[in-house]
């Protein structure tokens, strides 16, 4: 129920500002259409939707979604964002993304395989093509990861994403972090959060915050929910601290309205900066 009363508040929103005519810079592109698309192997394939024009584009973006799969604001971005002359693809699905374990490392896994399906991804885009990354919540948790290690990523924007990402696990009040913390804490014998986020620090080396590499040379930018729990805001401040954005917004919300509002009302800036970082 909660989720179709979303779905239908998303729609209203997509509605309104499908009304409002796009700024110039972005209508480079007469016509976009989009298609489904299985890229890899047997052994590891990721399912992707891309939005393109009659011609390909020298300038890609990957769109990570929330935890869910791809929503209403992620195919209107992708749309808005093709009609901008980008080609655009959601990573909709990749090869073990939804294992579920108790094990510490099982974060590191899950990670790894979202650095793997970015990568199978850009096998299919030409090497000197511009590439940005869109995510959303847990998606850009990935898209945080990712800016730290691959180094063909030109630019990334985040919304409501964050780091240390083992902060955010621990102290998350998602629900599938509410419920792994509570068989972990069990399993573990955890006291406590503090002991939680010891025991899985070291599990997780693919933190931005560990990487050696610098952000320096890409165009990042955030938009930052004030008001959220679920990837809590201190760590998207903790976040903001470490990349040094050049674009920064911020929502009085909570996370799924800030997701909402920096769509509704930052769209097409978020368009604009992916224009400005690929010129």
């Not at 989720?3 to 509605?15: A, G, N, P």
């Not at 014998?189 to 070291?202: I, Q, S, V, W």
Request: glycine share 6%.
């Amino acid at each position: 129920m909660e989720r179709h009363i979303q779905r239908t508040i998303i729609s209203s929103l997509l509605f309104l500002t499908a009304c409002q005519s796009p700024p110039k810079e972005q209508l480079q592109r007469d016509s976009c259409s989009s298609s489904q698309k299985t890229l890899g192997t047997a052994e590891f394939s990721v399912d992707v939707s891309l939005y393109s024009g009659a011609a390909p584009s020298r300038k890609t973006i990957l769109i990570l979604p929330p935890t869910g799969g791809s929503t209403y604001i992620d195919r209107s971005m992708s749309k808005r964002l093709c009609r901008a002359g980008f080609d655009v693809y959601i990573l909709e699905k990749w090869t073990g993304m939804d294992e579920m374990s108790d094990e510490l490392q099982l974060h590191h896994r899950l990670y790894t395989r979202a650095l793997k399906a970015i990568s199978e991804v850009l096998k299919s885009v030409p090497q000197n093509n511009f590439v940005g990354l869109l995510g959303t919540s847990v998606g850009a948790t990935f898209v945080a990861v990712a800016v730290s290690q691959i180094d063909r990523i030109d630019a990334a924007f985040s919304i409501a994403g964050g780091a240390p990402i083992p902060g955010i696990i621990v102290n998350s009040d998602h629900k599938s972090m509410h419920e792994l913390r509570e068989r972990r804490y069990k399993k573990f014998g955890f006291k406590n959060n503090d002991d939680y986020f010891r025991a899985l620090e070291p599990e997780f080396p693919l933190d931005p915050f560990k990487s050696k590499k610098r952000f320096s040379g890409k165009t990042l930018g955030m938009s930052i929910a004030t008001k959220d729990t679920t990837v809590p805001t201190r760590y998207q401040k903790e976040l903001e601290q470490l990349w040094k954005p050049q674009t920064v917004y911020t929502v009085d919300s909570a996370h799924f309205w800030g997701i909402v509002n920096t769509w509704y009302r930052h769209d097409k800036d978020i368009v604009q900066f992916f224009i400005d970082a690929s010129k």
